[in-house]
Nanobody, 117 residues
Framework: QVQLVESGGGLVQPGGSLRLACVASGSISSMYQMNWFRQAPGKQREWVATSSYKDSTTYAPSVKGRFTISRDNAKNTVYLQMNNLKPEDTANYFC???????????WGQGTQVTVSS
């Protein structure tokens, strides 16, 4: 199980951008599917984006075209570039690593993103 630490959250105006980072304690190269989730106050945690071990990416419809997930395996880091942010993107964003061999999940502690004027 890897340890995950997110960073990069903050307060941004609508239309602005933020880049989140998730650093893993171990290698995430071909052994993990990396995901971003978010949870807004009073709502269930929802899936945002996935980077598969084959480097393919998928997105929730609400963020497709605005968010980009990427991974730097040499740095054991996954990023979430968020552009054209909207107030409804306000949430605590969590990094998740799914071990492909064991199906074990690891979660970070979250980083808060607030979109407000």
């Amino acid at each position: 199980q890897v340890q995950l630490v997110e960073s990069g959250g903050g307060l941004v105006q609508p239309g602005g951008s933020l880049r989140l980072a998730c650093v893993a304690s171990g290698s995430i190269s071909s052994m993990y599917q990396m995901n971003w989730f978010r949870q807004a106050p009073g709502k269930q945690r929802e899936w945002v984006a996935t980077s598969s071990y084959k480097d393919s990416t998928t997105y929730a419809p609400s963020v497709k075209g605005r968010f980009t997930i990427s991974r730097d395996n040499a740095k054991n880091t996954v990023y979430l570039q968020m552009n054209n942010l909207k107030p409804e993107d306000t949430a605590n964003y969590f990094c998740n690593a799914l071990a492909l061999a064991t199906r074990q999940n690891s979660w970070g502690q979250g980083t808060q993103v607030t979109v407000s004027s």
